[in-house]
């Protein structure tokens, strides 16, 4: 399979170009735009690839654990017979550098072949069995069986921040795809390229297995257009997104809008606050001023992790690590971000703060000579000032941070405390602040989707213990996760089975379990176990 | 502890009297006004409620599963300990007969003694735990361990049609007690008296257990003053109903409309579809016929799974049905419904069947001497009919059901297909339906929470393998349950912590495991196994 991007549009297994205006990549490193055109989808490619998608369902759905893992798997396979094609493209399309963007292949495919892994082991089924009680007084039990099924063809739009981890063959699209959900994705405008040939290498995939060819299809378009039109089709069952607050919210009120509302997975606005306590913060005020720098301006900031404010107390060793991190910051080069609409969103973000009679600028990075670099800034406010001025918490995407500087532990924990939802927070500890951290946890439980000690938040483990949520509006919904094996419960709602005869059950019900999953058979567990 | 109702609130440790118009509850068998009057809940009582919910959360959802398992069962003994006077009470403001609330009151003792059995294995925490990998290349692995955590307080409404058992200590109660979350509850207007009883055996429960009193409230009021304050109370972070569609959408949208979005467990409306499949009729028209109307009338016919349809092939063999059936719905007698407003609402409901030119009124119950009593109704219709004439598929909440005649099996599906969400779908086969049967599950899955064979859907199950739920509107969430110990993932999020030391780690995820929970370490099951 050669990397050639053609500028179609793929539904089911056909190739088709949009009706629509055109779309075009621009290199952020050089302005360019990239050929070729990728024209908008219609109502009526919409309609069609859901059309495919409902009628792909209950075959798709019912398919078994193991042919959905091969078939992940074989997605993988053809991700990575790109070939370099796909790295060049993801390049010229992001402004990202190569090493981080094979790292990003390399997760993409890590993630399929962990869901291949979840499959097989059996566990997200969920199989439950109460057997039936005849005899019970005063009255009998039925038999009752439950098991997880898929929740129905799933919506995925692209993140223009991954645009291959959180985009076409991303986390949300091989997490639904596990559950047994058609997936319908709409690429990211930013890099249509690199979508339409991570699209190929899926729909050679559903070919290659065996598929109904609805399992998966590809449109391109403007959100009002396309993706208002997919949120709504009634085919479609669950929505993916991870963007902006003010998409996120966009999707959510059209999902709920619908006839049948349905669960949109909206990952929005995090800062990720990070606490220096006071010990830590003593013995190591200009190592932690680095490495915070480090993790503020990798990958030009564009992390939904971002460390975006920092939490300490006023004194001689916040100022330590205030004036080394304004120095590694003014060190630190300028890089290219995503797009220009983001490098000038960033650009507006810092001139707000900057004008802001609350914020103190303290330092920014190197000014790049490329057209769309964004150049680290960093902020200092004081923490009474930040729980009156909203402007000072909206996250500025890019390498924006502001450090708050508090009066003592308890103003910490009560301007957290006002903080709105995230997807991280982090202390920084040294074994004398054991019990201020006890005392801040439960505030950062209640905040956050995970919490870290002595690390840095960008950076997230693709494995079963992570969790990417969060409370609103890190995510539209804290009860799940985006990253990690849970991820795959977004897209599964369970189903109770009453006194069906042995040869109607599904397979992971049936008596003789010929899945061999794990279940749970009158309260006791039998088999391999889930969690 | 006495059964005396005196018309106050429980707002936390203390009794309070509203300072809005009174509630008085009917007694609908004689439609006498029963005494004390319930005052109503002011914003303030709202407020204070949600105060003390807020303040008891982080201790409460950090006590010990043991703990709050004992609180359970310490409930339970409460509400057994209030004797025959929470019976003869519930008996006047239900026009339930004692039989059905003995047994009810068995269930609602019994859902909270499985919940405390479920705390007490601790899978519902569902810890797992990714080791560090300090070696790997290209970058080391921090340690990972995965929790779920209680969402935070929560708004439950009390049920009209299970005083006991979906009321103050009913199931959504006792998951989100189980869960770790402070619980205010919203009396149903319909039985205040019943509803203080039980509020004040929780109270008793949460002082003898030593919990803070913010644990449980317990409001009456309007539900557009008390109710709409509760949901949109910004401590609150979830909420429990089941009622009226009109009533859980106004919950949804008020619950979507707040700063921070929370999710609203709302079980709606439900016809629940019957199949009668051509052999198992043949074989037995006049017993379907018969167990359908005790299935139909039970309990008035006020329940959420009651059969409001049933589907068949037209011939002789569903004549011999049709016949059965009205002539044991002739003979079935009124029944008391729960208030003047449900047989109102439930009368004009047939009326308008009655006025409908699709459906042909096929048998009444008899006419009863009480002045609230529900007569029974069936109706027939054509399968093309009911595709064209929404009326005939809206919930009439209480004994009518509508039979509806196809031509074929395809007819059948198509017609199902079309319906809404659903509770549950039941099909009668026979074994030479079993190709019918198959035919007709996947369709029965997409729009059911829980599929019968050869049963009647009245009578719900609480055990592990229960899905009390469906697709929308049936509830406004199909990836949950409202019964079965699967309710209390209802109530939980997920959290990740990250190389956080060992004695800052809650006891479940401690290196050490001293509370015992089975947990999924680096994927494999270690301890009795969750599901």
Request: charged share 20%.
């Amino acid at each position: 399979m050669t990397a050639e991007v053609t500028g179609q549009m793929l539904i089911g297994a056909s190739a088709v170009r949009g009706s629509r205006s055109e779309i075009f990549a621009v290199d952020p490193g050089t302005g360019e735009t990239l050929a070729p055109g990728f024209a908008g989808g219609s109502a009526q490619d919409v309609a069609r690839a859901c059309t495919l998608a409902g009628e792909a369902f209950d075959v798709y759905r019912e398919t078994t654990p193991e042919a959905r893992a091969q078939f992940l798997e074989t997605v993988a396979e053809a991700i990575l017979g790109l070939g370099d094609g796909l790295i060049v493209r993801a390049m010229a399309e992001s402004g990202l550098p190569r090493g981080r963007l094979e790292g990003e292949r390399g997760r993409t495919v890590g993630q399929l072949r962990l869901f291949a892994k979840l499959l097989r082991e059996g566990s997200f089924i969920e199989a439950r069995i109460d057997p039936a009680l005849p005899e019970r007084q005063p009255l009998p039990r039925a038999d009752l069986r439950q098991r997880h099924i898929a929740l129905g063809p799933v919506v995925v739009f692209g993140a223009s921040n991954f645009p291959l981890a959180f985009s076409v063959a991303g986390g949300d699209t091989a997490s639904a795809l596990a559950a047994g959900c058609p997936v319908v994705v709409k690429g990211h405008s930013a890099h249509p390229g690199t979508s339409e040939l991570v699209g190929r290498a899926v729909q050679q995939a559903v070919n290659a297995c065996g598929l109904p060819e609805g399992v998966f299809s590809l449109l391109f378009g403007s959100g009002s257009e396309v993706g208002i039109a997919l949120v709504t089709d009634p085919r479609i069952k669950a929505v993916g997104f991870t963007g902006s607050r003010r998409g996120g919210l966009a999707l959510v009120a059209a999902a709920q809008a619908r006839p049948e509302p349905i669960p949109v997975y909206a990952e929005m606005a995090s800062i990720n606050p990070v606490v220096l306590l006071p010990a830590a913060l003593s013995a190591r005020a200009e190592a932690l001023g680095k490495e915070f720098v480090g993790s503020l301006t990798l990958g030009a900031g564009q992390f939904c992790t971002n460390p975006g404010l920092v939490f300490a107390l006023a004194g001689p060793d916040l100022d330590r690590f205030v004036a080394a991190a304004g120095a590694a910051l003014q060190a630190s080069a300028a890089a290219t971000m995503l797009t220009p609409g983001i490098h000038a969103a960033y650009e507006a973000g810092v001139a707000q703060l900057e004008a802001n009679a609350n914020a103190q600028a303290l330092a920014r990075g190197t000014v790049g000579a490329g057209p769309h670099q964004g150049c680290a800034a960093l902020f200092l406010t004081e923490a009474a000032a930040l729980a009156g001025d909203h402007a000072l918490t909206e996250e500025v995407f890019g390498a924006s941070s502001l450090v708050v500087r508090c009066r003592d532990l308890d103003e910490v924990r009560a301007t957290i405390a006002q903080l709105e939802g995230q997807l991280t927070a982090t202390i920084h500890a040294d074994a004398a602040d054991a019990e201020a951290a006890r005392a801040l946890i439960p505030t950062l439980e209640r905040k956050a989707g995970r919490i870290l000690f002595n690390g840095w938040p960008t950076g997230v483990e693709v494995c079963d213990a992570m969790v990417h949520g969060g409370p609103f509006p890190a995510t539209s919904d804290s009860r799940t996760t985006s990253v990690g094996t849970l991820a795959i419960r977004r897209f599964l709602r369970p189903v109770c089975y009453q006194d069906v005869p042995d040869a109607l059950l599904p397979d992971a019900l049936k008596r003789a379990n010929p899945l061999g999953v794990p279940r749970r058979i009158d309260g006791t567990f039998q088999g391999a176990a889930p969690g």
